[in-house]
């Protein structure tokens, strides 16, 4: 028979069980969190009807459609296609369940969307989304503005990657300085994206590419700029900010931020975990108020590993309902692989059982099975070793998978009603009472873990 | 602007939130009772190159293809394909990461799989699968099987579904009974599959469709389905094949069966809880030895809610190593959305709190914040109500949800130190001091748990 060499398919990732177990420990950290706040969970198909995806101006060039592999192709395949992120399907479901749900309405949505880019520097074609969005309707509160960076703030802390900062902004603010400059409508987005490069291309490029494009004066445009690289503390960007009136766009703007940045604290994030940064447009051609974006202070290359914002309208294209609402996403495929690679998450053991049983006596099998199913009604993740192989192959099957205690007993211990139960951390191995195994397991888990295990 | 009318595309389930609380609940025990048994997480993309997908000759009408929705198609795009299962990845993936596994390799993999079948009759297209396996490297021993039924037993157990029976059998027995009747190869599965009518066409059809494919004599066609239809108690029926003595294969079988048998009651699967079923033959073509269904004892006609069985060999399209396995699924969406219309499952609260936070008085939101704040780092999911409507809305708002817990604070509390918290299960309200909110609630929690509420 012929053998199919398997591949991987670039930009689809797969991790080994050592790294799954850690990705799914961060999903865990995000869900719990999302909970934490009350935030409903739902998921949405994978798939979509097309002339949804496509309502707002999806990229179609980005979208994998469907198809029959072969036989009669069904008209409805024509129609359908994967989910490109999540946000439109939580318009389409909003939209479609308004009258069963309860507003405000908060959602979580942890789920994989499709992305036909082409797979270079580190993007991916499958991907974890994890949202949250607040949804009111007609209206919605600033404060919920607020809360959504005090969950940010405790799922990255929580999740242990090292120093982060919450960039916060509002859009009024921009667009307010803008207007008074005489720069409108279209050439708004034009002039953020030229202000988003000025990290990567220097003042003096985006200087003159700001004059050409708008026809500012040279002093207007280094004001612009400066404005937009403002780099004090918070409370005394507020101060400089509510000194400046520039106009009533410009002042709500600035309301709103301090009213947002005030009660961060009060929700919990420290002062020194966000920043306020006028120079923070990314995403702004969406947003309509508050904005969101978070980098990791050791590796700012990876890019925004949480941004979102506030805006206007959730589902226009589906419903004449007026849905406001507030949320945030966060790419955790690209922020897990990233972090990887960087070390600052490590791999461990490639189980999620503590204990192996090992098998010395093929006649005791029984007796093994006991133990465990007595070590699982205790609450502790355990695996039996059933091969009959020799015990030295069997503890470096558990060094390999990186159990934390085997236990092993052989006639001379069944007779005394005890078991060895080696500690692989620690090296240590005591013989005890089968009686006092999972306490004395649980005992010694803990201190493992309290070493940092 | 015109809107578009959002609809369900039929086959593509969806759930309010209040449903897929219960639905992630069964995806929490699932999960929770996998790694208890030291199942490792794996994920593989949703999407496989064609030709790993077709390997073993899966049903190319029912895989989903992708294609660029416009733009040009790229020459990879027509290669790749939405996974039908997770047993073929699964066997990609052992293939491929042969060198990095430890054997034997226990994985569980809960993802969703989409097949393009007509959506009739509760099929679903895209669906949740919930599958473990153990993968041997050249052998696996057989105690593996008599693990996987104390598995589903504690699975279904936990879910509290109701009365289910795992039938168990052993392929070997029926194949050896053939042969002995000299029914082979190609008329196996032909007569297996029309032993699985029996109870749907009756004894009368099924026999005389069997003499007329194997031309078999009356007496041995009613000898057959005798056979097949043994129904005695487990001890009985492993009696009665023993001493049969019907030829090699038929005793390897019934040796077989009963060592995975009586090692499952050592591993707590209760008697009452499974059947030798000899005529369970559903899946047999692919199975090599022990096999597994389960049905629900009061609603059968959801069909099996969890299938498996042993293996010779995982992987042969992909590698030439030998790869034994057993292991099963869980078809989760098919049995969760028929256990929700029958009613066996009941859906509560639509959010994942516990406690609301009303806000009388606009000028305290940062108190109510920090109340928040406290009950979260108390471990209590918590939503605070921020709009500014009265609070006979907000407590509507609260019992729409399913909130348990309402903390109501004016000034009056405010100067005291105390808050009112109104048990919503019981009506119960009270006045308490502002420290003992979460250990009250979380007393109240459990009491009210008890009472099963």
């Given at each position: 028979m012929d053998i199919i060499v398997p591949r991987s398919i670039s930009g689809f990732p797969e991790w080994l069980p050592e790294e799954r177990i850690v990705e799914l420990k961060l999903i865990d950290i995000i869900r719990s969190n999302f909970e934490r706040y009350g935030f409903s969970p739902i998921e949405t198909p994978a798939i979509e009807n097309k002339e949804i995806?496509?309502?707002?101006?999806?990229n179609d060039k980005e979208i994998y459609g469907l198809r029959r592999l072969t036989g009669d192709e069904e008209e409805e395949d024509r129609e359908i296609a994967l989910?490109?992120?999540?946000?439109?399907p939580l318009a389409r479901y909003v939209a479609q369940n308004y009258q069963k749900l309860s507003f405000p309405f908060r959602r979580y949505?942890?789920?994989?969307?499709?992305?036909?880019e082409r797979p270079q520097s580190g993007r991916f074609r499958e991907f974890y989304q994890c949202d949250i969005d607040?949804?009111?309707?007609?209206?919605?509160?600033?404060?919920?503005d607020a809360e959504i960076p005090s969950i940010i703030y405790r799922i990255f802390k929580e999740m242990n990657i090292g120093s982060f900062i919450i960039r916060i902004n509002n859009r009024k603010i921009l667009q307010g300085y803008?207007?008074?400059l005489e720069i409108f409508?279209?050439?708004?987005?034009?002039?953020?994206?030229?202000?988003?490069?000025?990290?990567?291309?220097?003042?003096?490029?985006?200087?003159?590419?700001?004059?050409?494009?708008?026809?500012?004066?040279?002093?207007?445009?280094?004001?612009l700029i400066e404005f937009a690289s403002l780099d004090y503390s918070n409370e005394q960007i507020i101060k400089i900010l509510r000194d400046m009136k520039v106009n009533e766009m410009f002042d709500l703007g600035v309301r709103e931020l301090a009213t947002v940045t005030e009660h961060m604290v009060a929700l919990g994030v420290p002062e020194e975990y966000f920043r306020i940064s006028i120079g923070a447009v990314r995403g702004l051609d969406y947003y309509t108020g508050t904005t969101y974006e978070t980098v990791h202070v050791d590796h700012p290359g990876i890019g925004s590993i949480c941004s979102g914002g506030r805006f206007d309208n959730l589902a226009s294209y589906f419903t004449e309902k007026k849905l406001p609402g507030v949320g945030i996403s966060i790419g955790l495929t690209r922020l897990f692989s990233r972090l990887l690679r960087a070390n600052i998450l490590q791999t461990g053991p490639s189980t999620p059982a503590s204990v192996l049983v090992t098998s010395l006596d093929s006649n005791r099998i029984i007796s093994y099975m006991q133990i465990a199913?007595?070590?699982?009604?205790?609450?502790?993740?355990?695996?039996?070793?059933?091969?009959?192989?020799?015990?030295?192959?069997q503890l470096k099957y558990a060094n390999q998978k990186g159990f934390a205690f085997v236990v092993i007993a052989g006639s001379s211990e069944f007779e005394k009603g005890t078991v060895q139960l080696k500690n692989l951390k620690t090296g240590e191995q005591r013989e005890i009472s089968e009686n006092n195994i999972s306490s004395t397991i649980n005992k010694e888990l803990d201190e493992l873990k309290r070493a940092g295990f």
């Open positions: 995806l496509l309502a707002k101006g999806g989910h490109f992120d999540l946000t439109v949505q942890i789920q994989k969307v499709w992305r036909g607040v949804i009111g309707d007609g209206e919605l509160s600033l404060l919920t803008l207007q008074s409508d279209e050439k708004i987005p034009v002039v953020l994206r030229l202000i988003d490069k000025l990290e990567k291309i220097g003042v003096q490029r985006v200087s003159s590419e700001l004059i050409e494009i708008t026809g500012l004066s040279d002093f207007s445009a280094k004001q199913t007595k070590l699982r009604d205790a609450g502790l993740n355990t695996e039996v070793y059933f091969e009959p192989k020799k015990i030295s192959v």
